[in-house]
């Protein structure tokens, strides 16, 4: 159980571009869930902590506008990169756990972006 | 100091050896200790879980918790080339929906046929 899928697992898009990552709990509801950042061997990032039915809170340093979080219901976070450029190329990964549970969480198989 | 701190490796050990990978951190408000395991590429994947303090077997994969010295360990035995991955432990202070994670820097591990 405690399935958590991503997608797109891979984007390459142009400068200016913006990318709309999908993150969804498949066999659980979450009103939390985060989103992270992984540069090459190096661990993760917290980048934001994303609320259901309201607005997302941001580690310091993390550009709100450049990165919009939405968490429109308790099965699907959404993560926009705002004009990409390419020092966002990175590769980002959500995680999430069952609603008022003690169990850990869960992570996503990651999105690669790369951003031309 | 970082609040988890994680030896990055890398480690390579042959086929068959007993793997012992560990975490310190300075937090007493931690309670719940994850080690999750992570292939190249991909998101990170549970392994084990252990609320507070001792000991958690899962197959060949052990986990210990020791609150007293602020440590945990995770021992692989019999390891297999297809162990061979980066393992990050992570901690929380509170009930996991909510919580944020605070992880080590991930040990890169590789297991020799």
């Known amino acids: 159980g405690a399935v958590v899928s991503q997608h797109p697992s891979r984007v390459i898009c142009k400068s200016g571009t913006s990318v709309k990552i999908e993150c969804r709990s498949l066999?659980?509801?979450?009103?939390?869930m985060f989103w992270y950042r992984q540069f090459p061997k190096q661990s993760l990032m917290l980048m934001a902590t994303s609320n259901e039915g309201s607005k997302a809170t941001y580690e310091q340093g993390v550009e709100k506008d450049k990165f919009l979080i939405n968490h429109a219901s308790l099965t699907l976070s959404t993560l926009t990169v705002t004009s990409a450029h390419p020092e966002d190329s990175s590769f980002y990964i959500c995680?999430?756990?069952?609603?008022?549970?003690?169990?850990?969480?869960?992570f996503g198989d990651g999105t690669r972006l790369s951003i031309l | 100091q970082k609040e988890v701190e994680q030896d990055p490796g890398p480690l390579s050990v042959p086929e068959g050896a007993i793997v012992s990978l560990n975490c310190t951190y300075s937090n007493s408000a931690f309670q719940y200790f994850m080690w999750y395991r992570q292939y190249s590429r991909k998101g990170p994947e549970l392994l084990m879980y252990t609320y507070s303090s001792g000991n958690k077997e899962d197959g060949r994969f052990t986990a210990q918790v020791d609150k007293s010295s602020k440590y945990i360990s995770l021992f692989i035995r019999d390891s297999q080339p297809s162990d061979s991955a980066t393992y990050l432990c992570?901690?929380?202070?509170?009930?996991?929906?909510?919580?944020?994670?605070?992880f080590g820097q991930g040990t890169r591990l590789t297991i020799n046929p």
């Open positions: 995680s999430g756990s069952p609603f008022n549970s003690n169990q850990p969480q869960h």
């Open positions: 066999d659980f509801q979450a009103t939390t």
């Open positions: 992570a901690m929380s202070a509170g009930i996991q929906g909510a919580q944020k994670l605070v």
